[in-house]
């Protein structure tokens, strides 16, 4: 059998390889990161508010890049509405009910609005809870879910003897929450001027 001669790479051949060799061997001792997948961009409107035209015993600001929508849910209701987000896909569903003087009916809504809350604790990461009191003089507590929930933002104003005003943040996507952060932060903001703004009658 006749030896086989190899042939001598060439010049720059040898150049390339060893170029190769260092980008390896400095590569090795670094963490690699995956980088996180990238969202659709959102286009959040400018903020502007108007007064809420309706007949009902309740009256705040609202964004003016919603729409009012009677509440489909509960037809019996007449002064449930909800305030529809529709370039962003995101509906308020606001409840009222009269207190009529009676305590026992203030500790139901009480009741009612803590546990429409908390029922959502096995999916949340986290509830957040904050006390207000509005420039009229109304108590209210604001909730801040986290995590997989299907409301992250909930909400009432009360006077304490007369009225109570509920409400809750939806979407109308199976995106995850983490995607949808710059939406609940704009809404949660438009919210927060709604409670503040709130008359009742």
Not at 10 to 34: F, H, Q
Not at 56 to 84: A, G
Not at 124 to 135: F, S
Request: net charge negative; glycine share 4%; with cysteine.
């Amino acid at each position: 059998m006749l030896p086989v001669k190899l042939k001598a790479p060439s010049p720059a051949l040898s150049v390339s390889w060893i170029i190769l060799t260092i980008v390896l061997l400095s590569a090795c001792g670094e963490d690699y990161i995956p980088k996180p997948m990238g969202y659709n961009r959102i286009d959040l409107p400018e903020r502007e508010f108007e007064s809420l035209d309706m007949d009902l015993p309740y009256s705040f600001e609202h964004s003016s890049h919603l729409q009012i929508e009677p509440d489909s849910f509960n037809m019996d209701e007449k002064n449930w509405i909800n305030l529809h987000y529709t370039s962003l896909g995101a509906r308020v569903h606001l409840t009222y009910k009269p207190i009529e003087g009676k305590k026992e009916n203030l500790k139901a809504y009480l009741d009612d609005a803590l546990n429409l809350t908390f029922k959502h604790q096995v999916k949340a990461y986290g509830i957040d809870e904050g006390l207000v009191r509005t420039p009229r003089g109304y108590t209210g507590l604001v909730a801040e879910l986290s995590g997989q929930v299907p409301t992250q933002f909930q909400f009432f104003v009360t006077d304490s003897t007369e009225h109570f005003l509920r409400g809750a943040l939806y979407f109308q996507t199976a995106v995850k929450n983490d995607s949808l952060a710059p939406i609940i932060e704009y809404v949660k903001t438009d919210m927060m001027h709604l409670i503040n703004s709130v008359e009742f009658d």
